[in-house]
C-alpha cells in the first residue's frame, strides 16, 4: 500500500507541472496575440473604433461558450478534453491575423475567445483537482506561469513587431510551437473520468449561487486590474504630466508586481488561509487605489499602482480554487466564476473611460479603490477555499466533470495507509 501511496504522490507532482506548463502555453497564447493588434488592425483596414468593437467578441465567445467545458470533460475525460481544448485554444491564434475585414475579424475573434474560455475552465479545474491531493495551495502559482508565459509570448511578439515581420506568419510559427507544447504537457494531467451512472453536466446553466457570490469577489479584483493595465500609463501622462517612458514604466512595473507576487502567493495562503489572505490583499490595494488618488507625483502613483497589483494579485486564483470546491460540479461553478470576471475584464476599461470623461480619471480611481475595499469586506465567501488548509489537509474534491467525492474525509484526516490514492478516482 505504502508503494502504491508513493507512485500516487508521484503521479500528483507529475500533474502539478504538467498542468503549471498548461498555464504558460494559455498565456504565451494571449501574449502572442496583444503584441500583434496593431498589424492585425492595418490588415483588417478597421478604425479604432471598429477595432473596440471586435475585441468585446473574444469576451462573448469565452462567456457563451465556457458553460460548455464540463460537457465537454464528461464526455471525453478531463485529460482529452483539455488535450483538444487547449489545442483549438493556441491553433485559434492564427484566425485574426488571417481576417482581411470588420466582419471575418469578429467572427476569429469570437472562435478565439470561444476556445480560450473552454481551455482556461477545463486547466483550472485540474489545478483545483491537483491542488485538492496535494493539500497545500498551487493555484496562485499556476496563475503567476501564467502571467510569465504571457509575458515571454509578449517578448517574442515584441521582437517580431521590431523586425517587421508579417503578423500571419509569426503567428503560425507561435501556433505550432505551442501547440506542441501543450500535447506533451497534456500527457501527464491527470486523466480524471465521470463515474458509470453519473448524469452529464447541461450544456448551458446558470452558475449556482455560491459561485455567483464568489465571482462577485473576482470581479472586484479583475476591474481592479483592468483599470490598472490599460489606464495605469494614461493616468500618469495626464494628472502627472509624466514622460511617456515613465508611464509606460509604470504597466509594466504593475504587471510584474502580480506576476511574482502570484508566483510567491501559495505560500502566503498555505500559511494564512485564502480569506485572510484576501483581506490584507484588499487593505493593500486599497491603500495603493488612495496613493493613486491623492498622488501629487509620478513616484507616488507608481507605488499605489504596485500596492494594487500586490493586493489583488491572487484573488481570481483563489476564487477558481474556492468555486472548484463550493459544490458537487466544479466545472459549471468555475465556468460561473470565468464568466462573471471575464465581463469584469471587458467593461472595466470602458467603464473607467466614460467616467472620466464624465467626471475625472481621478473619480474613475476612486471608484477602484472602492472596489478594492470591497475585496476586504467580502472575502469570506472564500471560505471553501480555506477548508483544511491549515493544516494542509484537503477535502476529496470532485473531479471536474462533476463527479461526486467519493469519500467525504479529509485525506490528511486518515492514516496514510488508509488514505484514498489519487488512481482510484480516476478510473
Known amino acids: 500500500m505504502s508503494e502504491m501511496s508513493e507512485a500516487s504522490r508521484q503521479e500528483v507532482r507529475r500533474a502539478r507541472y504538467a498542468v503549471a506548463a498548461v498555464f504558460a502555453v494559455h498565456g504565451a497564447v494571449t501574449g502572442s496575440f496583444?503584441?500583434?493588434?496593431?498589424?492585425?488592425?492595418?490588415?483588417?483596414?478597421?478604425?479604432?473604433?471598429?477595432?473596440?468593437i471586435a475585441l468585446a467578441f473574444p469576451a462573448l465567445g469565452a462567456s457563451l461558450a465556457m458553460p460548455l467545458a464540463g460537457r465537454i470533460s464528461h464526455r471525453f475525460g478531463a485529460r482529452t478534453a483539455l488535450r483538444g481544448l487547449l489545442s483549438l485554444w493556441t491553433l485559434s491564434l492564427v484566425l485574426p491575423s488571417l481576417s482581411p475585414d470588420l466582419l471575418t475579424l469578429c467572427a476569429a475573434l469570437f472562435?478565439?475567445?470561444?476556445?480560450?474560455?473552454?481551455?482556461?475552465?477545463?486547466?483550472?479545474?485540474?489545478?483545483?483537482?491537483?491542488?485538492?491531493?496535494?493539500g497545500r495551495s498551487i493555484m496562485s502559482?499556476?496563475?503567476?506561469?501564467?502571467?510569465?508565459?504571457?509575458?515571454?509570448?509578449?517578448?517574442?511578439?515584441?521582437?517580431?513587431?521590431?523586425?517587421?515581420?508579417?503578423?500571419?506568419?509569426?503567428?503560425?510559427?507561435?501556433?505550432?510551437?505551442?501547440?506542441?507544447?501543450?500535447?506533451?504537457?497534456?500527457?501527464?494531467v491527470l486523466d480524471l473520468q465521470p463515474a458509470e451512472d453519473e448524469e452529464?453536466?447541461?450544456?448551458?446553466?446558470?452558475?449556482?449561487?455560491?459561485?455567483?457570490?464568489?465571482?462577485?469577489?473576482?470581479?472586484?479584483?479583475?476591474?481592479?486590474?483592468?483599470?490598472?493595465?490599460?489606464?495605469?500609463?494614461?493616468?500618469?501622462?495626464?494628472?502627472?504630466?509624466?514622460?511617456?517612458g515613465l508611464a509606460a514604466a509604470c504597466t509594466t512595473g504593475f504587471t510584474l508586481t502580480m506576476a511574482l507576487a502570484r508566483i510567491a502567493g501559495d505560500k502566503v495562503v498555505d500559511r494564512y488561509g485564502a480569506v485572510r489572505t484576501v483581506r490584507v490583499g484588499g487593505v493593500l490595494a486599497t491603500l495603493g487605489g488612495l496613493l493613486i488618488v491623492?498622488?501629487?507625483?509620478?513616484?507616488?502613483?507608481?507605488?499605489g499602482f504596485a500596492l494594487m497589483g500586490l493586493g489583488i494579485a491572487v484573488v481570481v486564483p483563489l476564487c477558481f480554487a474556492a468555486a472548484g470546491r463550493s459544490g458537487p460540479n466544479p466545472s459549471q461553478a468555475i465556468a460561473g466564476v470565468a464568466t462573471i470576471t471575464y465581463t469584469s475584464g471587458l467593461v472595466a476599461p470602458g467603464a473607467i473611460?466614460?467616467?472620466?470623461?464624465?467626471?475625472?480619471?481621478?473619480?474613475?480611481?476612486?471608484?477602484?479603490?472602492?472596489?478594492?475595499?470591497?475585496?476586504a469586506g467580502f472575502a469570506g465567501v472564500l471560505r471553501a477555499g480555506d477548508r483544511n488548509r491549515p493544516q494542509g489537509a484537503t477535502a476529496a474534491g470532485a473531479a471536474p466533470s462533476g463527479r461526486v467525492p467519493a469519500a467525504e474525509e479529509p485525506f490528511c484526516s486518515l492514516p496514510e495507509a488508509q488514505r484514498p490514492g489519487p488512481d482510484r478516482r480516476s478510473d
Open 200 to 244: 452529464p453536466p447541461p450544456r448551458f446553466a446558470l452558475p449556482p449561487k455560491s459561485a455567483l457570490l464568489i465571482g462577485a469577489v473576482g470581479f472586484c479584483a479583475v476591474f481592479a486590474e483592468g483599470a490598472s493595465l490599460d489606464w495605469s500609463a494614461v493616468y500618469l501622462r495626464d494628472q502627472l504630466d509624466s514622460s511617456a
Open 353 to 375: 473611460g466614460t467616467l472620466a470623461q464624465a467626471t475625472s480619471l481621478v473619480a474613475s480611481f476612486g471608484l477602484v479603490t472602492v472596489l478594492a475595499c470591497g475585496l
Open 141 to 188: 502559482g499556476l496563475h503567476g506561469l501564467w502571467s510569465a508565459g504571457a509575458l515571454i509570448g509578449s517578448a517574442a511578439g515584441t521582437l517580431a513587431a521590431h523586425l517587421g515581420s508579417d503578423a500571419r506568419l509569426h503567428h503560425a510559427l507561435a501556433a505550432a510551437v505551442l501547440t506542441v507544447l501543450g500535447l506533451v504537457a497534456c500527457t501527464w
Open 294 to 303: 491623492v498622488a501629487d507625483h509620478p513616484a507616488l502613483a507608481m507605488g
Open 111 to 134: 472562435v478565439y475567445g470561444a476556445s480560450a474560455g473552454m481551455a482556461d475552465v477545463a486547466m483550472n479545474a485540474l489545478g483545483v483537482e491537483v491542488e485538492n491531493r496535494l
Open 34 to 52: 496583444a503584441t500583434r493588434v496593431p498589424w492585425i488592425q492595418d490588415h483588417a483596414h478597421v478604425s479604432a473604433g471598429q477595432l473596440g
